[in-house]
């Protein structure tokens, strides 16, 4: 088949390199053309494992290519699919703008598809709110009669595993109304069901779109609740790990995404699910567990600072009263295997630490280049982890790269002034740190496991 993709960021180039990994004709398209032309050297402009050698490889076979213009596609095109942003607007909701004039452009080119071709399937693959792809179809309808379906496809991949989630996909979610847009689908997706024995789910537009906040929310409702039962462990002297294996071993609940961590940030869950509340208070439906979730995360994300402060014992309103301190911060992005740092908790705690005085030395390992470009050099940066514990007080753990957890602690603890850690994604066992000299502070763990 032939497939565009509009939008190459994160989705659009992991879509657009999976379709090519199956066998289809597919061309991408984005409006950045520094973006275009890295991509079609065969640098990807995003770290993502595996894609790299997915585009060079299906660029090298012609299966894959990338423009600039839509029109380059369009009259062979059996979809299409728009992966574009959808960022947060100022009062909460989903920001259409993009989505809407990739509607505009498709409409536009429609012109070039022969007449009689059969009706395009143009597919919303962006996160967007309810009655979207109704708002989709009246914007391409409004300049084009040429036939048409449009569908919505939500995505589900996890930055840092992309391509094996787009690949090997638990479910695939299809919101349409006709048998030709579902076949269309199926063919596109079969071979992905087949290799990860997946399920086929389809339902109708509005079903669809909700499923992709549902999940997300549900996924970011089970984080906080850990988080936050992991805080009553330290306060009630239990250990959160014997708890989430507790709680995990039923079934119905699952031992997945419940590991307590420095609040979670990333380019969806916020804003998501902002703008599901959004959905739920204009709908005179509030979501109150979410807007606790929200709260949760809020207070979590201060939680390495806090207890940071808390060691030091800073009197509250001191604006020194970390003055004189160097601390290293091993992990940026907000989570490991990625370079991503939209609402990275890292941040956030760089900010506490140098609004008290304090001096930071970061180290990650992907993320070190959008981090300088975002804040300078308010921090000084470590191409090294270990050299980033030279001179500091103490050590800060705030994204669970496994080459942290495998470090030569001695050898950390010898370049730090006393061995002293923060550890905000739990890496190490605290009676082996203990027994190691370290004064260890972690999430949950009051007791040994
Ligand atoms: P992104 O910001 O990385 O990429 C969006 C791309 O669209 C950019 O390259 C931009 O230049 C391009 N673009 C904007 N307007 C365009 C236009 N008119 N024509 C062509 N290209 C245009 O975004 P992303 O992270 O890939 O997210 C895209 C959507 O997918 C969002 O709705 C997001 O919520 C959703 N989503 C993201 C993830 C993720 O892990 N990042 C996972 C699931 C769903
Ligand atoms: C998330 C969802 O997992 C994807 O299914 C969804 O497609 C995507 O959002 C999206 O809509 O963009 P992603 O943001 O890439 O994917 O990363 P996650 O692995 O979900 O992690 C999100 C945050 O939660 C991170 O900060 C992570 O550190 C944190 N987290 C995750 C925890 O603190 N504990 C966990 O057990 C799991």
Not at 77 to 96: K, M, R
Not at 171 to 199: N, W
Not at 201 to 230: C, G, H, V, W
Request: aromatic fraction near 8%; hydrophobic fraction near 45%; proline fraction near 4%.
């Amino acid at each position: 088949m032939h497939v565009l993709v509009i939008g190459t960021g994160y989705v659009g180039l992991v879509a657009a390199a999976g379709f090519a990994e199956a066998g289809h004709k597919v061309l991408g398209i984005d409006t950045d053309q520094a973006k275009i032309d890295k991509i079609r050297k065969g640098i990807s402009p995003i770290y993502e494992p595996g894609l790299d050698d997915l585009l060079a490889k299906h660029q090298a076979s012609g299966t894959l290519a990338f423009s600039l213009d839509i029109r380059d596609g369009i009259a062979q095109a059996d979809a299409a699919f728009i992966c574009v942003g959808t960022p947060q607007s100022e009062d909460g909701s989903a920001d259409l703008q993009y989505v809407l004039a990739v509607a505009g452009a498709i409409g536009e080119a429609m012109a070039l598809r022969p007449a009689g071709a059969a009706p395009l399937v143009v597919v919303d693959k962006s996160t967007v709110p309810v009655g979207t792809a109704a708002r989709v179809t009246a914007a391409i309808a409004a300049r084009t009669d040429r036939a048409f379906e449009v569908v919505s496809n939500p995505e589900f991949l996890r930055e840092g595993c992309a391509i094996d989630d787009f690949l090997r996909p638990d479910r695939v979610v299809i919101g349409c109304r006709t048998d030709h847009a579902e076949k269309i689908m199926r063919g596109l997706y079969d071979p992905f069901l087949q290799a990860s024995k997946g399920q086929w789910l389809r339902m109708d537009p509005p079903s669809a779109e909700l499923t992709k906040y549902a999940a997300n929310a549900m996924l970011a409702l089970r984080i906080s609740f850990i988080n936050e039962i992991a805080g009553l462990c330290e306060r009630v002297g239990a250990n959160v790990e014997y708890v989430k294996n507790g709680i995990g071993s039923d079934h119905r609940i699952g031992k997945y995404f419940l590991n307590p961590g420095p609040g979670f940030g990333g380019s969806c869950f916020p804003k998501d699910l902002q703008a599901l509340l959004k959905v739920g208070r204009e709908n005179g439906r509030p979501l109150r567990a979410l807007e606790a979730t929200v709260e949760a995360n809020r207070h979590q994300k201060q939680v390495l600072a806090l207890k940071v402060k808390s060691h030091y014992g800073c009197e509250a309103g001191d604006p020194a009263a970390l003055a004189g301190r160097r601390f290293a911060l091993w992990g940026l992005a907000f989570k490991a295997h990625t370079d991503d740092i939209r609402e990275a908790m890292s941040l956030e705690l760089i900010d506490s630490l140098l609004s008290l005085g304090a001096e930071v030395v970061v180290h990650d390992f992907e993320a070190m280049p959008n981090v300088r470009a975002k804040i300078g050099d308010r921090v000084a940066y470590a191409e090294d982890f270990l050299a980033a514990c030279d001179g500091a007080d103490a050590l800060l753990v705030a994204t669970e790269w496994p080459q942290y957890a495998s470090v030569d602690l001695e050898e950390a603890g010898r370049r730090l002034k006393e061995k002293v850690m923060f550890d905000g994604r739990n890496l190490f066992r605290p009676e082996a740190m203990g027994r190691a000299g370290w004064t260890y502070h972690s999430l949950g763990r009051s007791t040994a496991f």
